[in-house]
């Protein structure tokens, strides 16, 4: 019985490497430039093995470069792109081996599109409309505040109408230069109406794929997914790999099912749980006493429904390991002190059908003991993962 060999690796956008975001790395051992060469290297080393490999933070800048590398290694590379600017457009990709594999079903899908998205009809929602009126009253007010200047003297019974209609601001316009309206202090969503729209609002997308073996048409499915970073609220997390997880497993109907990604989620979050018990207490907290179940406005119905799927590196090791993502970063609107983060965020989870036989060694401990990735040695802020799987054949299956 061949083995399935799979690779899960954030690879860390070039453009979200900048020098001065790492305070405790080199210039040298940050700049994308360098960490190519050794990324590539790593990868090299999975196609030789056969591997599958998945890959997040696929940046366009080194877009060219992986097809260059995959193509001549006879692989199938497939990607998407959905991120901004600053992340040079970053999203994520998954290659395989045409030489063991055939493709049967592809499908790139935006995850907030797998779910239903309700009209609010609470008194929230009313608020956040009403929001939306006077924002539009604001536009039309100073939009006739700079084009009075300009009319008053000529049309001066029109004046007159539009400083009824929009405001005295409009009587005392004696400029053609508009004049900066103040800020409003920006009123906070609860939090069921916050993780709603934070959650509707994400590009994140996953790549699905059902690939059969050519040694015996076994069929099994292959998915990867970038989860989003959305530390500040964290049902975010949760509820998107939950969707995630829901979407592969309706994908791979009755096969055997990989689920690859960056899941920006540790151990002991709600989310985890969610993925591999199938259930999760709606008042469930993190170690950190954050509450992470996705709870929703009264008008969207939404619950949890997936099955529970296993930990490669759980199921091999008796734990997750310690560590998959390790960095010093300033980042945003964290402002000058540096967050420093090391834990485990990426995971291989896989279902029935598939049975774990070894996972891909990590660096050695003295590499690993780096106070903030990447290294010369560890070309990402993350761990490249792997895992070999036997696939069992439907017979095998049924006398389970």
Not at 173 to 197: C, G, H, L
Not at 276 to 285: A, M, R, S
Request: with cysteine; hydrophobic share 35%; aromatic share 10%.
């Amino acid at each position: 019985m061949s083995t399935i060999n799979i690779v899960t690796y954030n690879i860390l956008s070039p453009e979200l490497s900048e020098p001065e975001t790492f305070p405790e790395n080199t210039a040298e051992e940050v700049d994308g430039k360098n960490r190519l060469p050794r990324i590539i290297q790593k990868l090299k080393k999975q196609i030789s093995n056969n591997a599958i490999i998945s890959l997040q933070e696929v940046s366009i800048t080194w877009l060219g470069r992986l097809h260059e590398l995959f193509d001549l290694h006879n692989y199938h590379f497939t990607h998407t792109l959905y991120g901004g600017f600053y992340s040079g457009y970053m999203g994520v990709g998954l290659a395989f081996p045409r030489s063991l594999y055939s493709l049967e079903t592809f499908e790139i899908s935006r995850i907030s599109d797998t779910k239903e998205w309700p009209r609010l009809t609470t008194a929230t929602a009313t608020k956040k409309q009403s929001d939306v009126n006077s924002t539009t009253d604001s536009v039309l007010a100073r939009t006739w505040n700079y084009s009075a200047g300009y009319i008053r003297n000529v049309f001066d019974p029109l004046f007159v109408l539009g400083s009824l209609a929009f405001g005295s601001g409009a009587a005392t316009a004696t400029s053609t230069t508009p004049t900066k309206s103040k800020k409003k202090s920006k009123q906070e969503d609860p939090p069921d109406v916050a993780t709603f729209y934070q959650s509707k609002k994400r590009w994140n997308q996953a790549i699905l794929l059902r690939l059969q073996r050519r040694s015996d048409n076994q069929s099994f499915c292959v998915t990867n997914y970038h989860n989003p970073c959305a530390i500040h609220l964290r049902p975010v997390i949760t509820f998107h790999a939950c969707m995630y997880v829901m979407k592969c497993q309706t994908f791979a109907k009755q096969d055997p099912l990989i689920i690859c990604g960056d899941f920006n989620m540790t151990p002991d979050s709600g989310g985890y749980k969610l993925v591999t018990t199938g259930t999760l207490d709606v008042n469930h907290e993190d170690a950190h006493g954050n509450m992470d179940y996705p709870k929703l406005p009264i008008d969207d119905p939404w619950k949890p429904n997936l099955y529970k799927m296993k930990s490669a590196y759980k199921e091999i090791l008796g734990n997750e390991p310690k560590i998959t993502n390790k960095a010093v970063r300033l980042i945003g609107n964290w402002g000058a002190t540096p967050n420093a983060f090391e834990g485990c965020l990426d995971y291989i989870f896989y279902s029935n059908g598939l049975e774990p036989v070894a996972t891909t060694p990590f660096p050695s401990a003295e590499e690993l003991n780096a106070v903030s990735y990447p290294t010369s040695t560890i070309p990402s802020d993350h761990l490249l993962m792997g895992c070999s799987f036997n696939l069992k054949s439907k017979e095998e299956e049924s006398k389970l």
